[in-house]
């Protein structure tokens, strides 16, 4: 997989991430949201793109009703009551890349329709790469994740290793 790192100063690689998505039904959000934060022990994000930590990972709120638990390792086994919502284990699907390096806002506006400036530092949005749709978390000013399907990481990577390449 290219991985940018012959570019100076820039830097891309690809993980496992364990992904488990978390949706409440319509008219039992406020019941659906009091009992996953219960059972995931903290804080839940209040607006879509807000996160959360939660012991190794992170809570995204990626929709009005949906969330999803990154995590580092093995994901959490977490029953949601079927009458409040529901959770799906998702990372299986999807690769995590993580971005980095000096040129990283000049790469990402070659690849990406996301206003960096808005985009705070912790905060996710939903966007697309070449026609694809990925889940972009803001790290820092200098390093993001970019959770891409896995199907399409390869050619994702090399699509961004293509535009870092433009930016020396």
């Not at 903290?42 to 959360?52: H, R």
């Amino acid at each position: 997989m290219a991985d940018g790192s012959n570019i100076p100063g820039f830097e891309m690689a690809a993980y496992d991430c364990a992904i488990v998505q978390f949706e409440g039904w319509d008219g039992a959000m406020a019941q659906f949201e009091a009992e996953l934060k219960r059972m995931l022990g903290g804080p839940l994000p209040n607006k879509v793109g807000d996160t959360a930590r939660y012991d190794d990972g992170l809570v995204v709120r990626i929709a009005p009703r949906r969330f999803w638990l990154l995590c580092e390792g093995p994901p959490p086994i977490i029953d949601v009551d079927a009458e409040l919502g529901c959770a799906l284990p998702l990372g299986e699907g999807r690769i995590r890349l993580r971005v980095s390096g000096r040129g990283l806002r000049h790469v990402l506006e070659r690849c990406v329709a996301v206003d960096w400036e808005a985009l705070g530092d912790g905060r996710a949005v939903q966007t697309g790469l070449h026609r694809t749709p990925v889940l972009l978390l803001r790290r820092s000013g200098v390093e993001c994740d970019l959770l891409v399907p896995r199907s399409f990481s390869k050619g994702l990577a090399e699509w961004i290793a293509d535009a870092s390449a433009a930016c020396t």
